[in-house]
């Protein structure tokens, strides 16, 4: 009992070198394409209009220093998401058989094509729209000017990212745990008023705080719910 908590102790400690290792590199290559991350990052902003040619204003001058460090940091995670995501579900379900693997395998792959395009959508989609909704004259009156923080809405932009993609893992997982066993799929479509509630709990955590944004994060993963069952159901996993 004892080695075998050691050994489990190991294995998290490597498994989180090696996480480490991956933030860290993607950290510096942010760190040093900074000012392209930034354009990118800040363009959502440009819909507003606003006149002067600086978007974005810092208010210390510790604060662009401080920004940048954790931004890359932020987006080291953002970009080394797949490994991230592997060796968590490596170290959570071990002692995998060769089938499991493989479908853990899938699950990283199908999970990081999800990111991508949750990140996709929210960029192109959810941004524009919460930014063209929570500046409207329904809350900002026109004879009222609009000054952007640096840091606030550049982390902003970020955490909406950050949360979306994580959000839409929730699919790969539920499907992992279809497959090895540990949900089965009669049990799951019997959960389903409870996941449209969970679906609206996490899209109110992870979107801006408005009612649109949080109903265009819920709907799509509540389709994705049961979209996984049905392919599950085909592939005749979790029966």
């Known amino acids: 009992m004892h080695a075998s908590f050691l050994s489990h102790i190991k294995e998290l400690r490597t498994r989180l070198l090696v996480v480490c290792f991956f933030i860290l590199s993607f950290s510096v290559i942010v760190f040093f394409f900074f000012d392209f991350w930034v354009a990118l990052i800040s363009k959502p902003y440009l819909q507003l209009g606003l006149t002067n040619s600086d978007t974005l204003y810092v208010q210390t001058i510790f604060e662009g220093f401080s920004t940048k460090v954790k931004f890359s940091?932020?987006?080291?995670?953002?970009?080394?998401?797949?490994?991230?995501?592997?060796h968590f579900l490596r170290f959570l379900f071990p002692g995998l058989k060769k089938k499991e693997k493989r479908a853990l395998l899938g699950c990283v792959l199908i999970?990081?094509?999800?990111?991508?395009?949750?990140?996709?959508?929210?960029y192109t989609f959810l941004l524009p729209l919460s930014i063209q909704f929570l500046s409207s004259s329904s809350f900002i009156p026109e004879n009222v000017g609009i000054i952007l923080n640096?840091?606030?809405n550049l982390f902003y932009v970020c955490n909406v990212?950050?949360?979306?993609?994580?959000?839409?893992?929730?699919?790969?997982?539920l499907?992992?745990?279809?497959?090895?066993?540990?949900?089965k799929r009669k049990n799951a479509w019997l959960w389903g008023r409870y996941?449209?509630?969970?679906?609206?709990?996490l899209s109110a955590i992870a979107t801006p705080p408005d009612v649109v944004s949080q109903i265009?994060?819920?709907?799509?993963?509540?389709?994705?719910?049961?979209l996984t069952l049905v392919i599950a159901k085909a592939m005749n996993v979790g029966s």
């Open 150 to 152: 640096y840091r606030q």
């Open 111 to 122: 999970g990081s094509f999800l990111a991508i395009v949750s990140a996709y959508f929210s």
């Open 161 to 173: 990212l950050l949360g979306t993609m994580i959000v839409f893992q929730f699919p790969i997982l």
């Open 175 to 183: 499907f992992f745990l279809l497959n090895i066993g540990i949900i």
């Open 195 to 201: 996941i449209i509630v969970l679906s609206f709990i």
């Open 216 to 226: 265009a994060i819920s709907l799509p993963l509540i389709s994705l719910y049961y």
């Open 73 to 86: 940091f932020l987006f080291g995670f953002v970009l080394s998401f797949p490994a991230v995501l592997f």
